[in-house]
């Protein structure tokens, strides 16, 4: 037996199928189902029968959840502790933020200068990646706090300090098209475009919207993070479309934002697990966090 084993468990009890829990965990369907069928051999059990599609726990394995669970928890204490050792012995206080590439690079520099400018007993770690990555950052125990889209598809999860963000058109400087007050599909039906990649949640709706009007995009480049798109931009390589929250944290380039129509709406917020006890000093930077981002917002 082992942790991995362990966390595979614990994701398919919660979810219900090896595939809800795969994507939970960052692991493919057959490594989730594997790490299941050897913890089954380990411990001489059958933990779940199939039902129209779904996993169902056993007897068997609702009475070993709580007992896994501690064990679980246990581990994942022993790592945090061996963080705080690693940055500087148990009289600090660690703190994990899982936030999006660009935020990282933008923002979280002067979030975490003016926080520990306060709280001088604190280190910040910064964990960065996709909206998916963080959430499952978060449910590891990668990051304490991680910002996330809502709704999320994992109920495991307090949301705090929600907000709403709107879809922005993203336009060098001495474009044509800054001098209109919004920006619509029509005004960009010639226009070449620099698009986040076709996985990203802002991508699919992009593309929803895209096909009720009929609207065929020229893309020009493909992009990672809304940093990138907001760079290509400024080197004239054409217009972009990205939330206005990340883009107000690129104002120095020569770019200006325009409102997007059809409007689309995007609401975030801070992330915790919900089922863990958090230290005040979290909930005080999340505060401290929302604070910056609904000034800049």
Not at 269 to 279: K, M
Request: aromatic fraction near 6%; charged fraction near 20%.
């Amino acid at each position: 037996m082992n942790l991995k084993q362990f966390e595979a468990f614990q994701a398919i009890m919660a979810s219900g199928s090896t595939i809800a829990a795969a994507a939970r965990l960052g692991l493919s369907q057959s490594a989730t189902s594997r790490l299941l069928t050897q913890l089954e051999e380990s411990l001489g059990l059958s933990l779940f029968v199939r039902r129209k599609g779904r996993l169902l726990a056993t007897p068997d394995a609702e009475e070993l959840l709580a007992q896994i669970n501690r064990v679980v928890e246990e581990v994942q204490r022993v790592q945090r502790l061996a963080d705080a050792l690693r940055v500087g012995g148990i009289r600090k206080t660690l703190i994990k933020v899982g936030v999006p590439i660009s935020m990282a690079q933008q923002l979280m520099p002067r979030v975490v200068a003016d926080f520990i400018a306060e709280h001088a007993n604190t280190v910040v770690e910064i964990v960065s990646g996709s909206y998916e990555a963080i959430e499952r950052a978060v449910l590891d125990g990668s990051a304490d706090i991680g910002f996330v889209r809502v709704p999320s598809a994992l109920a495991d999860f307090d949301i705090v300090h929600t907000l709403v963000s709107e879809a922005v058109c993203v336009l060098p400087l001495d474009h044509p098209l800054s001098a209109r007050a919004q920006i619509t599909l029509d005004d960009l039906r010639k226009e070449p475009l620099v698009l986040l990649g076709r996985q990203r949640a802002l991508r699919t709706e992009l593309d929803l919207a895209f096909r009720a009007a009929q609207f065929i995009p020229k893309v020009r480049i493909e992009v990672h993070s809304a940093g990138a798109a907001c760079g290509f931009v400024a080197e004239g390589l054409g217009i972009s479309i990205i939330n206005s929250l990340l883009a107000s944290h690129f104002s120095h380039l020569p770019i200006v934002c325009r409102p997007f129509r059809p409007r689309i709406a995007y609401t975030f917020g801070l992330a915790f697990r919900a089922d863990q006890p958090r230290a005040k000093v979290l909930d005080d930077f999340a505060r401290h966090f929302i604070g910056h981002l609904a000034v800049h917002e």
